[in-house]
Structures are given as structure tokens and as C-alpha cells.
């Protein structure tokens, strides 16, 4: 059975850090592409970043560039996700995927065929 499993969310001030983890089982995802995704209430979820199975390429949205860092474990089912600088706008329950495909880079959000079941940033003002 495949698991992605998130951690390390909470509640920090703005200006803040928090380094959030994905702990993926069941298969051997050292193929595969990995993501980050996050979806704030009422919006859509949206793409944060990605990183290619063998970390040489990432991706990250506008957004986030400069303040998040991606990468992957030594092991390569483990996913990290370094936040700094936090805003309060940054608030979202933040989802790890995993994309076993790999037909495109980055993958598309539809493309991700395996997701965790969220964890919750909140960033205070």
C-alpha cells in the first residue's frame, strides 16, 4: 500500500520557519518526481514546488522562490520542504504528491498519481 505521509506543520509568526516532510512507502520512489502542493480556504489548490527523483532539477512557483527550498533524502523516499520568511499568506494546508510517470517536467498537477493527506501551516500576522 502506497503512503505518503506529511509532517512538521504548526503555527508560526510571519517572518517565521517551519521545515515540513513527506515519509513515502509502499513503493520505491527513488523514480520519482516529487511535489508540493498547498491549498488555502477557498482557493484552488495550487503547485508550491517540485523536484526531479534525482534532485538535480526543481521547481518552484513565484510565490515561493527565494523562501521555500526543496530537496530530497539521502534515501530518496523522504521529501523536505525548508519555509522561511513566512507570510501570513502562506497559510494553507500543505500536500506532498508523487508522480511515477514522469512524462513531463515539472508535472502537471494531474499528473501526480500518488498524494498525502495534508498538513496544516498557519502564519500569524
Known amino acids: 500500500q502506497v503512503q505518503l505521509v506529511e509532517s512538521g506543520g504548526g503555527l508560526v509568526q510571519a517572518g517565521g520557519s517551519l521545515r515540513l516532510s513527506c515519509a513515502a512507502s509502499?513503493?520505491?520512489?527513488?523514480?520519482?518526481?516529487m511535489g508540493w502542493f498547498r491549498q488555502a480556504p477557498g482557493k484552488e489548490r495550487e503547485s508550491v514546488a517540485a523536484?526531479?527523483?534525482?534532485?538535480?532539477?526543481?521547481y518552484y512557483a513565484d510565490s515561493v522562490k527565494g523562501r521555500f527550498t526543496i530537496s530530497r533524502g539521502s534515501t530518496k523516499n523522504m521529501v523536505h520542504l525548508q519555509m522561511n520568511s513566512l507570510k501570513p499568506e502562506d497559510t494553507a494546508v500543505y500536500y506532498c504528491?508523487?508522480?511515477?510517470?514522469?512524462?513531463?517536467?515539472?508535472?502537471?498537477?494531474?499528473?501526480?498519481?500518488?498524494w498525502g493527506q495534508g498538513t496544516q501551516v498557519t502564519v500569524s500576522s
Open positions: 523536484i526531479s527523483w534525482s534532485g538535480g532539477n526543481t
Open positions: 504528491a508523487a508522480d511515477a510517470t514522469g512524462s513531463r517536467w515539472p508535472p502537471q498537477q494531474y499528473e501526480y498519481d500518488y
Open positions: 509502499g513503493r520505491t520512489f527513488s523514480s520519482y518526481a
